[in-house]
């Protein structure tokens, strides 16, 4: 478990999908990056741009600035991504590759070492663990609008009730002032 939340804190949301970086992976699988990456080239055929992207400069950028908070609030917590003097990526110059789901799964295929496949399954865990979590939390969401949306409902029929009420006891207390007036006129005695 303790496997599955290191590989979840390398994790990614970049272009609307989530990804782990190259640079993480090959920290995973205890090899270079220069090397993994040099595989993936070998093999680039089996990864389309759904598989494995090249990051921006900018998003580059944000992750640095999504470091620069995480590293703010939680100082004793080592964030996965560290820099360097030269460039924010341990100094190399070039953009670091991020791999989707499917494209870790396609790096089992070409990368066959035994800590290679183990951390691969611990990887493809994590990403079903972080599903199988945002899939709750969209559960959550969803019942907690519903919830809303039936109280909003009770809310206007609350209203009504409200507003019967009241204008009961505007009846009520119009026939009370009308009982107990001051009456004018004859009064009527019983011949007992």
């Given at each position: 478990m303790e496997m599955i939340e290191s590989v979840q804190n390398r994790i990614y949301?970049?272009?609307?999908?989530?990804v782990i970086l190259d640079k993480d992976i090959a920290f995973l699988y205890e090899t270079e990056?220069?090397?993994l990456n040099l595989s993936v080239k070998r093999h680039i055929n089996r990864f389309p741009i759904d598989f494995m992207f090249q990051l921006?400069?900018?998003?580059?950028?944000?992750?640095?600035?999504?470091k620069k908070q995480v590293d703010d609030t939680t100082p004793n917590l080592r964030f996965q991504i560290e820099t360097s003097s030269l460039e924010f990526w341990g100094g190399t110059r070039y953009l670091p590759y991020a791999f989707t789901e499917q494209g870790v799964a396609m790096l089992s295929g070409i990368i066959n070492s035994k800590k290679a496949i183990q951390m691969n399954i611990a990887i493809m865990r994590a990403f079903v663990e972080l599903r199988r979590v945002l899939l709750i939390k969209s559960d959550f969401k969803l019942q907690l609008d519903q919830i809303k949306d039936r109280l909003?409902?009770?809310?206007?029929?609350?209203?009504?009730?409200?507003?019967?009420?009241?204008?009961?006891m505007d009846e009520s207390a119009t026939k009370n002032k009308w009982d107990k007036r001051t009456r004018i006129g004859f009064i009527k005695?019983?011949?007992a």
């Open positions: 949301l970049i272009r609307g999908q989530r990056t220069k090397s921006t400069k900018e998003e580059v950028a944000h992750l640095k600035l999504q909003s409902g009770y809310d206007a029929q609350l209203n009504q009730i409200y507003d019967a009420i009241e204008n009961i005695k019983d011949n």
